[in-house]
């Protein structure tokens, strides 16, 4: 089993940029492939993006395909998602999760079966 740990959500103003990290269990990033969602109000959770578990590619949605960009320190046990030129439609609570390694870079939420806590985004105008 793998443990996961957002940080870094907040209140800002439009247009900054913000960084929010995952920490996840020692190890964990040989073992399960990581991804980072978002569910905004009333909504279903939005895949974001994922990082290849060899670190060497990134797979993003195409709505924050430029703004937005996966990074690992894996000495730290920690990806980042680094999010820039925030919108207010950018307001979401962000997760990242994680699934067996066998779901490649899946899109689906239902194939990664541990979840962090999420952590609260909100962009004002």
């Known amino acids: 089993q793998v443990q996961l740990v957002e940080s870094g959500g907040g209140l800002v103003q439009a247009g900054v940029s913000l960084r929010l990290s995952c920490t996840v269990s020692?190890?964990?990033?040989?073992?399960?492939?990581v991804a980072w969602f978002r569910q905004a109000p009333g909504k279903g959770r939005a895949f974001l993006g994922t990082?290849?578990?060899?670190?060497?590619?990134?797979k993003y949605s195409d709505f924050v395909k430029g703004r937005f960009t996966i990074s690992r320190d894996k000495d730290k046990n920690t990806e980042y998602l680094q999010m820039n030129t925030l919108k207010p439609e950018d307001s979401a609570v962000y997760y990242c999760?994680?699934?067996?390694?066998?779901?490649?870079?899946?899109?689906?939420?239902?194939?990664?079966?541990?979840w962090g806590q999420g952590t609260q985004d909100t962009v004002f105008s």
């Open positions: 020692e190890g964990a990033f040989d073992k399960y492939s």
């Open positions: 999760a994680a699934g067996n390694l066998n779901i490649g870079s899946s899109t689906y939420d239902g194939v990664y079966h541990y």
């Open positions: 990082l290849k578990w060899s670190g060497n590619s990134v």
